[in-house]
């Protein structure tokens, strides 16, 4: 992230706009397993306003991640359509969605997903790597990024040499690096203690409310939810 | 760090995987250049022999001799070739060492006074040429001969003759220094003169093969034909061609050998095609779920294509250069001046060519690039959801 | 211990590894047995040109018969030695030779080859009984009638009954028939009558090798002091399979080091294939190995059923490099001898021990690259179990 959008953090927010980030009708997702169908979603609508902080909960098979993924631009449905951050990613290419995906969607995994060859800040760097920047503008958004999760002290370190927490406080600065309007987290808690837990959430917390940055997290755990403004319930590929 | 920069950081992953790939793209180099400089220096002879040096032999067969009188067709006696500036003769001793029997080196008996002005790729200094030409029983050796058997100037040396038996002794007068590659750097040469009148009558005034030089290379296959028809009507009739031409014909014996050395240079690198897509397809394998990851972030199945075979080339030039780092010194100093010095008739120029380099590292980094092709090609299918899914 | 069973189905299910690592070995294998064949083939066709009972004796200082000169007064001085055969007519089984080395156009157009002549007296068919004329008839003594060896009857243009060949200018020999020769080198050559052939060079009255035939084999002790006791004849005397093997000697020493120094080079590389495979192999099944010790398997037996493995993956590949090597068997295979500097023609000759130590060195390098994979799977604490 920049310097500009870093300092706005102090200043005054504006009012959040009414009109919704993410918009979905009628979605759809069908997959055939060895000719069985599966509906694993169903006709599903809902929306998300910009700037909030929304969880999706819910059984396994309820469809939770996978309408994650079609929101993330990481699938496409089967029916439906979807708008997300003012395009209509239901219809878009293969090319286009991952550009698309590389401006505007920041991931937090369950398994932070570093690459263990590269350091903090190397890893933090590379979805700057599809942009046009030069090396030392990369370097240096990258670390304001590790500043803004408070691991700036660590960026020469390997993923070895991190905590599990400090692994995915890495993986979250590596999901604001680029500025992204979303940010989509698939149970961001899942794989740590509840203090490093603690630690990951209340960071999602500021980068929603001082970074402006609408948060969708998918998660099991009822201590993350309780974080979220609103929590969505589905149940075999519905909203309850 | 760059896109670059992360392909080759990739090789991290697995460090002993990585070495020992290293390792064995490295061994298959250093086998692949040592073959191939062995079949180069055995067609050194047939390549650089000389084009415009002709031997005239025995039509029949070249164990069998020519009447001296022949020779004054060639130097102006009895007649001129077209096209023959020198010409000398000399015959095949066939003599060995007294004691070191086992080591074979080509010892000839030529006329005195033409010889070197025939083979001036035999480089005699001029005092030491005058000297031998004093002395009948004197010899010019070449200098690997003289460091193979430890002979200096001015020594007494015995041969052991097989075709003309007995004992036969020499004082080394000089040692000459080879001026081409091709020149056998471990001869021995005395004086026709000295042979002959030590023969029994019915031996006398035999000459093994006429050597001549020519005014111009081109001109070789016409004048080895001239000189051919010039003896076509006699008793015994002669065959003339150029010396690259009957080092070739030499060679010819050995083309099975080097046909089968060819073959296995080229399927040891095919193995080390295999053994490095083997690797690198382990290691594609292991990292589905990063590619996803990279999927994800945005990177299109081409960057991921490119990672995979960007780390394979690179394995492949570390490997390559690290085979050539052994392959010189060992060849170079090794094994190439040992095969010079102890089997010079053989082997007079053991050397790495610079193609043989530039096309050991230039075929490890191709074949690298083709044996990440498939991996590459299965990496590019990943679907991004799957591969986030699957479990590290 | 681990059921082999185990290590089986694990091959079988990385197929790709585990050929393409099988193949590596292969290779060496196959390289190493073709060379050990090469060399076996060459002795093998060379030593059937001798016979344990027959003595040859060339110019002493001579490697071989081609540079040998021996006069026919001191061929029969040979005659009074102790210990040679008498044939049915009592007459001493002694044989002069001559050879010359000539060049004929090969029949593919490329250019010409050497073939060796040999002029040959009658008693050539009771010294070589294994020689059997299988076309046409045997040249008549005295004439300049010539028979031709059948390995020469495609090589080279017009060698076929009916043409003529030319020794030199004005001496041309009639080939009457095509022999064989129980696979010996003796096919690669054409044999005339003594006196056309070294009176065609003149070199009357002169033999390059003389043949003995003893009466036992025991008997070539006193045979040689007799031959070589006078110093003046400069005589050597050996027996004839020991010759042929002096002739090959050189060749059989340069392909043995040759394929040898190539196998070594290529083994190194194939162990490193070996154990490349098995590391990853131990890397991926780390949970298992774990749950294997969890159960109490020792490290030792982790680590043999481990070394299994590889031996099993490298005797695969053992296995794959010999029937390779083995259908080399179909290939002919022409070098210079350089110790005659005629060409012979032989083939790639398996015995079962080359291929039982070409396997076994397979095995062996799969022992050697799988150690230390196995040790690290040894090595594996039984909590690998647990994670996930």
């Known amino acids: 992230m920049s310097e500009a959008t870093a300092e706005r953090s102090d200043a005054k927010k504006p009012a959040k706009t009414a009109r919704p980030i993410i918009e979905c009708r009628g979605i759809t997702r069908t997959f055939w397993r060895a000719k069985e169908r599966l509906d694993v979603l169903d006709g599903l609508d809902l929306d998300i306003a910009e700037g909030s902080f929304e969880a999706l909960m819910g059984p396994s098979g309820s469809g939770k991640t996978t309408l994650l993924n079609l929101i993330a631009g990481l699938d496409r449905p089967t029916a439906g359509k979807l708008v997300v951050a003012g395009t209509e990613v239901s219809a878009m290419g293969d090319a286009a969605l991952a550009r698309w995906r590389s401006q505007t969607i920041g991931f937090v995994f369950q398994h932070f997903n570093l690459i263990p060859v590269l350091t903090a800040l190397e890893n933090v760097e590379l979805p700057l790597l599809l942009t046009k920047l030069p090396a030392s503008e990369r370097k240096k958004r990258a670390q304001i990024a590790l500043r803004v999760v408070g691991l700036e002290d660590r960026m020469h370190h390997r993923p070895q040499q991190l905590s599990g927490g400090q692994e995915q406080r890495v993986g979250i600065a590596r999901a604001i690096v680029h500025d992204p309007k979303i940010i989509v987290a698939d149970e961001p808690t899942g794989e740590l203690d509840r203090h490093s837990a603690d630690d990951v959430l209340a960071l999602l917390e500021k980068l929603n409310t001082e970074f402006d940055k609408t948060i969708l997290m998918v998660t099991h755990d009822p201590a993350a939810a309780a974080r979220a403004t609103i929590v969505h319930k589905l149940d075999k590929g519905r909203l309850t | ?392 | 211990m681990i059921p082999l069973n185990y290590n089986l189905r694990n091959l079988y299910v990385r197929s790709t590894t585990t050929i393409a690592t099988a193949i590596g070995i292969a290779f060496v294998v196959a390289v190493l047995a073709a060379a050990m064949m090469l060399v076996e083939g060459l002795r093998q066709t060379l030593d059937k040109s001798g016979k344990p009972d027959t003595a040859i004796i060339i110019r002493k200082g001579s490697d071989s018969e081609m540079p040998s000169s021996i006069e026919d007064a001191t061929l029969n001085l040979v005659k009074g030695a102790p210990g040679i055969a008498k044939a049915a007519d009592g007459q001493s089984q002694v044989m002069g030779e001559c050879v010359v080395v000539l060049f004929y156009d090969l029949a593919n157009g490329k250019g010409k080859s050497n073939a060796l002549v040999r002029g040959v007296t009658a008693d050539v068919l009771s010294f070589r009984p294994e020689v059997k004329i299988e076309q046409g008839q045997m040249a008549k003594a005295g004439s300049d009638e010539v028979i031709v060896g059948q390995k020469l009857v495609g090589r080279f243009k017009n060698m076929a009954i009916g043409d003529t060949i030319e020794l030199r200018k004005g001496r041309l020999g009639k080939i009457v028939g095509v022999f064989s020769a129980g696979g010996s080198s003796y096919e690669s050559e054409i044999w005339g009558d003594l006196d056309f052939v070294r009176g065609s060079f003149g070199r009357d009255g002169v033999v390059q090798s003389v043949r003995v035939k003893l009466t036992s084999p025991a008997a070539f002790d006193g045979f040689e002091a007799f031959v070589e006791q006078d110093k003046r004849l400069g005589l050597e005397a050996m027996g004839e399979i020991d010759y042929y093997r002096k002739q090959s000697e050189g060749t059989a020493l340069f392909l043995t080091v040759l394929g040898s120094l190539i196998a070594v080079f290529c083994s190194v590389g194939a162990m490193i294939g070996a154990s490349i495979t098995m590391y990853g192999a131990v890397a991926n099944r780390k949970r298992e190995i774990g749950v294997l010790r969890a159960l109490g398997f020792s490290k030792l037996t982790i680590m043999i059923s481990f070394l299994f493995e590889s031996v099993m993956l490298a005797l695969l590949g053992g296995m794959l490099g010999v029937l390779a090597a083995l259908a080399l068997q179909l290939v002919e295979f022409k070098m210079m001898n350089f110790a005659t500097f005629s060409e012979i023609v032989f083939r790639f000759q398996a015995t079962p021990e080359i291929l039982m130590n070409s396997v076994i060195a397979g095995g062996v390098m799969g022992v050697i690259g799988g150690f230390l994979p196995a040790v690290r799977a040894a090595r594996t604490p039984p909590i690998e179990a647990m994670k996930g």
């Not at chain 2, 005058?130 to 460091?147: H, M, N, S, V």
């Not at chain 2, 014996?253 to 399927?267: H, K, P």
């Not at chain 2, 394998?285 to 972030?297: F, I, P, S």
């Not at chain 2, 530039?358 to 679907?383: E, H, N, Q, S, V």
């Open chain 2, 1 to 392: 760090m760059t896109l670059a920069g992360l392909t080759v950081k990739n090789i991290g992953h697995n460090w002993l995987r990585t070495v020992l790939t290293v390792l064995g793209v490295a061994i298959a180099i250093l086998s692949f250049v040592l073959i191939r400089t062995t079949i180069d220096a055995w067609e050194t002879a047939a390549k650089h022999g000389a084009q415009d040096r002709l031997s005239t032999i025995n039509r029949v067969t070249f164990v069998m001799p020519l009447p001296k009188r022949y020779f004054q067709e060639f130097n102006g006696e009895r007649g001129k070739i077209e096209g023959v500036t020198h010409a000398t003769w000399a015959n095949w001793f066939g003599g060995k060492h007294a004691t070191r029997e086992g080591e074979f080196f080509a010892n000839f008996a030529v006329d005195t006074d033409s010889y070197f002005d025939v083979y001036q790729d035999m480089a005699v200094p001029p005092d030491q040429l005058a000297a031998w030409k004093e002395d009948r029983q004197g010899a010019i050796i070449g200098e690997a001969l003289a460091k193979q058997f430890d002979w200096n100037v001015g020594d007494d040396v015995t041969l052991v003759g097989t075709i003309y038996p007995g004992e036969w002794k020499f004082h080394i007068r000089g040692i000459y220094v080879a001026t081409k590659k091709s020149v056998d750097r471990a001869q021995f040469i005395f004086h026709w003169d000295y042979l002959n009148e030590n023969l029994p009558p019915d031996r006398r005034d035999m000459i093994g093969w006429i050597a001549s030089t020519v005014d111009s290379a081109g001109r070789a296959a016409a004048v080895s034909e001239a000189i051919d028809k010039e003896f076509d009507d006699e008793d015994v009739q002669t065959r003339t061609m150029s010396e690259q031409a009957m080092n070739k014909e030499f060679l010819g014996g050995a083309s099975a050998i080097l046909g089968a050395l060819d073959i296995v240079s080229l399927i040891i690198m095919l193995i080390m095609m295999l053994v490095l897509g083997n690797t690198i397809a382990m290691g594609v394998r292991e990292r589905t779920q990063e590619y996803g990851v990279l999927l994800a972030l945005g990177f299109r199945p081409r960057h991921i294509a490119a990672f995979v075979v960007g780390e394979g080339v690179t394995i492949g030039l570390l490997g390559g250069g690290l085979g050539l780092l052994i392959a010189y010194p060992l060849i170079e100093q090794g094994v190439g001046r040992f095969l010079e010095e102890n089997m010079g008739a053989w082997f007079p120029y053991f050397s790495i060519p610079p193609e043989v380099a530039a096309m050991a590292l230039g075929f490890a980094a191709l074949l690298a690039a083709i044996a990440a092709g498939i991996p590459a090609y299965r990496a590019t299918k990943l679907d991004v959801i799957d591969a986030l899914r699957r479990l590290a």
